[in-house]
């Protein structure tokens, strides 16, 4: 059984606390480390609200954006699962909308010109962000340089109709041309909020509650949702932006912050709060191989990587996003995974994790029976690399 230096954990925290927290980087944190389902390491540390002189608590509920996706796609694959959509089928089949879509080849935002897609958009594209989607951003990075991304320029307009909610702004989404042909690139996207429209369809009810009935109260996850209620106020965490001096400002004040009020637009790719107990479920969840939620089976696709490799890999153009380096790693149903760990640069061959944009992170190592976790909030995630260098620094703590 690999077991993993209690001390050594210690100075990972301590690490984090000198390199991070005192050098006003981070406002604090909260790191878990489970080993074979047993926390063996937990501290906070900093403050959760700088301002107001709050200390981290191990309650703190936080904003976990992108951490949202494993989650929702968890939620598509129970549907999938009990036989009400199949992995492949077109997305065309629950928005009728995004038949005979077309993809944008030249032009700029305003006159693109486009041509037939050669292939419909399927739910595993989705799941995969190989769907021809874009992220609503103006600029897109491009083998590490940031070029204009036309097709985003046209999402602002789509925005809108996130205010009547996702199946709105899906209708919105499928209006417009794609970024590139489905199942040739891997891009970052809104297809998990695409996804998210598509699960309340299914269910028949808003996304919030599927997964309150589905995922949440399964697993005990009492704190995690789309607002934090009123009576919860004093557990929210602020959350701070990086500024060009290297310091740190209030970007969401919790007294203020809209994560107060239910929203119209909940949002599938990024607009959950959670804490680390909530999280730590579904973590964990996912490391007992789906236990209670998702079947053996299931939970085996969502971790395979779906991406193709060697010659058919370059050909997917993967260094269009750098959240992927080629070859090194994959992407599974709705979350990364590690291919070749001397490549990627971190000793974590075979786990499967993702991240958030206020630098939250978890991953689970099944070789080890490790699961990882780390909360803050702060903006972005890219700041100082920090995701990477936790990895390394808890892999150096193996016994």
């Known amino acids: 059984m690999t077991t993993l230096s209690s001390r050594k954990l210690a100075s990972v925290a301590q690490a984090i606390e000198a390199d991070f927290v005192a050098t006003g980087r981070f406002p604090g944190g909260h790191l878990r480390i489970v080993q074979h389902g047993e926390t063996i390491f937990d501290r906070c540390m900093g403050m959760m609200d ?63 010109i486009t041509e037939p897609a050669a292939r419909p958009v399927t739910l595993r594209h989705l799941l995969t962000h190989t769907a021809g989607l874009t992220y609503g951003t103006r600029l897109a990075a491009v083998g590490g340089a940031r070029v204009e991304d036309p097709v985003a320029l046209l999402y602002a307009a789509a925005d809108i109709a996130a205010a009547h909610g996702l199946q709105a702004y899906a209708r919105a989404i499928g209006r417009l041309p794609l970024r590139y042909q489905p199942g040739t690139r891997w891009m970052y996207s809104v297809a998990t909020d695409i996804v998210g429209a598509v699960v309340e369809i299914l269910a028949g009810k808003p996304l919030g509650e599927q997964l309150a009935e589905t995922i949440f109260e399964p697993l005990g996850m009492e704190d995690t949702g ?27 004040d919790p007294a ?17 709060v959670s804490t680390m107990d909530d999280y730590g479920r579904f973590a ?5 191989k789906g236990r209670p939620v998702l079947s053996a089976d299931t939970f085996a696709q969502m971790i395979a990587n779906q991406l193709p490799g060697g010659r ?76 990477d260098w936790l990895k390394r620094k808890v892999y150096a703590a193996l016994a």
Request: charged fraction near 20%; charge should be negative; include cysteine.
């Open 284 to 288: 964990e969840m996912l490391r007992r």
């Open 312 to 387: 058919e890999l370059k050909d997917l153009a993967l260094i269009a996003d750098p959240r992927l380096v080629p070859e090194a790693m994959g992407f599974g149903l709705g979350f990364a995974t590690t291919l070749d760990e001397s490549r990627a640069g971190v000793p974590a061959q075979g786990d499967f994790y993702w991240g958030g944009a206020a630098t939250t992170i978890w991953w689970v190592d099944p070789a080890r029976n490790l699961t990882v976790l780390f909360l803050t909030q702060l903006l972005p995630a890219t700041a100082y690399g920090f995701q």
């Open 256 to 272: 203020t912050s809209t994560y107060l009020a239910s929203p119209a637009f909940e949002s599938s790719g990024g607009g959950l």
């Open 50 to 112: 700088i301002e107001r002189e709050h200390p981290w608590r191990d309650d703190a509920i936080v904003r976990i954006y992108s951490m949202t996706k494993p989650i929702v796609s968890a939620a598509l694959m129970m549907q999938i699962e009990r036989g009400t959509a199949r992995l492949d089928q077109p997305v065309s089949d629950f928005l009728p909308g995004w038949l005979d879509q077309r993809v944008r080849t030249a032009g700029d935002g305003s006159n693109p």
């Open 226 to 252: 789309f607002h934090v209620p009123r009576n919860k106020l004093h557990r929210l965490a602020a959350c701070y932006i990086t500024t060009p001096d290297g310091s740190m400002r209030l970007a969401d």
